[in-house]
């Protein structure tokens, strides 16, 4: 579904990303680990269009989509979660939601509005929270938000960084699961996370970015069994 051709993406003279290459499969859990500072938020804003590679290519469904600008990609299916929970904090959490239906211009209102009662069924606390003023939502009811948000443009490919920063464990607990039961329904999901185990325990093939670079690539097994990989991110001894 995605293919990722040697990347290079930089910030001036800086190189964040030096050459990155990989896919994410239709229908799984991809998942792309590293320290703080590797890329990782930076391949998923070149991927999704907001930052512009000097080098390499973006192909989303067999089309290269290198060029086009985010708004186009969030049309053809290709949507980001950035990290911080970003949600519109003067808006009201209705509100919220009927932005994310902004791509499909040709759906009618209607549509829109059927869509924000799915989000309501999936997400019962935004509908109990559905006239607030988002910035006065707690941390975890602004990432389903935004999740939510998200999924009002029907994706094809979700892109997630960083869901679980900031959250208390027992509302990660739920992302996760919600990360879980939208692949079961057929959205590919290109996870970017902090917390290794949690994610690798989704996921169905793992890339490793450090300083930029991709240096590793296969199943989570295969990660948790390489002794040096697991010590720095499992911490296993």
Do not use: W
Request: net charge neutral.
């Amino acid at each position: 579904m995605l293919e990722v051709e040697g990347l290079v993406t930089t910030y001036g003279m800086i190189e964040a990303l030096r050459g990155v290459t990989l896919t994410a499969r239709e229908g799984l859990v991809t998942c792309i680990l590293g320290p703080n500072g590797a890329g990782k938020t930076t391949l998923l804003y070149t991927i999704a269009g907001i930052l512009r590679p000097r080098q390499g290519s973006v192909r989303f469904q067999g089309q290269d989509v290198t060029a086009l600008t985010a708004d186009r990609l969030v049309r053809r299916g290709l949507t980001l979660v950035p990290e911080n929970r970003l949600v519109f904090p003067a808006m009201s959490v209705r509100e919220n939601l009927l932005a994310g239906a902004y791509s499909r211009v040709g759906d009618g209102r209607a549509a829109g509005l059927a869509d924000v009662e799915r989000m309501y069924e999936r997400f019962p606390i935004l509908k109990a929270r559905a006239g607030q003023l988002a910035g006065t939502l707690s941390g975890g009811e602004q990432q389903m938000l935004v999740v939510a948000r998200a999924l009002m443009g029907r994706p094809r490919l979700l892109m997630m960084d960083e869901p679980s920063l900031g959250l208390a464990p027992l509302v990660v607990e739920q992302i996760f699961e919600i990360i879980e039961t939208l692949n079961r329904e057929g959205i590919t999901v290109l996870l970017v996370e902090q917390n290794a185990r949690l994610a690798l325990a989704i996921a169905h093939h793992a890339y490793l970015l450090e300083q930029g670079r991709v240096t590793f690539s296969g199943s989570p097994d295969a990660f948790g069994a390489d002794e040096v990989i697991s010590r720095a991110y499992l911490g296993t001894r």
